[in-house]
């Protein structure tokens, strides 16, 4: 259990003030040329496999999509600010009020740590977001003092077989 309400009667966490950090919108793994002709190769052998069947508008969907990837997998990714207030938690334009969130857990053996935010909606994925520049213990001691800690949350397949793949 959280040292946060002791911290709380002897002042010194002052859920007034907030915590504010600035991080990556999202990890960035950078791509080598093999990456990118891998992607076209493969484009291009499922349009070419579209067009024998007679599906040209499959063909230049997939087309279309790899040139999408290829965008988007060389992008940067920005810097966004993270403000956790008395309110709620506000992870660049998106802000998630405390009521329409569950609990939270921080896993500390990620090169930065990971914030994971679990939202009451069943379907609703769980929000992550890298501490940096501020002390992870902090972030979970302001946190406790409105949510609930998980022992463990862990992003779902998709999302560990996309940042496999580099996403």
């Not at 008395?86 to 329409?100: A, H, W």
């Not at 914030?115 to 992870?136: H, Q, S």
């Amino acid at each position: 259990m959280r040292d946060s309400i002791e911290k709380l009667n002897r002042g010194e966490l002052r859920p007034e003030e907030g915590m504010e950090w600035v991080t990556r919108e999202y990890p960035h793994t950078p791509k080598e040329a093999e990456w990118y002709t891998s992607v076209i190769i493969i484009a291009v052998a499922l349009a070419a496999a579209a067009i024998i069947l007679g599906n040209i508008i499959f063909a230049l969907l997939i087309l279309v999509g790899a040139f999408a990837l290829i965008l988007f997998a060389s992008r940067e990714p920005d810097k966004i600010t993270v403000t956790l207030s008395s309110e709620g938690v506000q992870i660049g334009d998106y802000f998630y009020p405390y009521k329409e969130l569950e609990s939270f857990n921080i896993n500390k053996f990620e090169v930065p740590p990971r914030l994971f935010l679990k939202p009451l909606k069943t379907l609703a994925p769980l929000t992550v977001v890298e501490i940096e520049g501020v002390n992870e213990d902090e972030v979970g001691d302001y946190l406790y003092l409105f949510l609930e800690e998980e022992e463990e949350l862990q992003e779902s397949f998709p999302h560990k077989f996309l940042e496999y793949l580099g996403f």
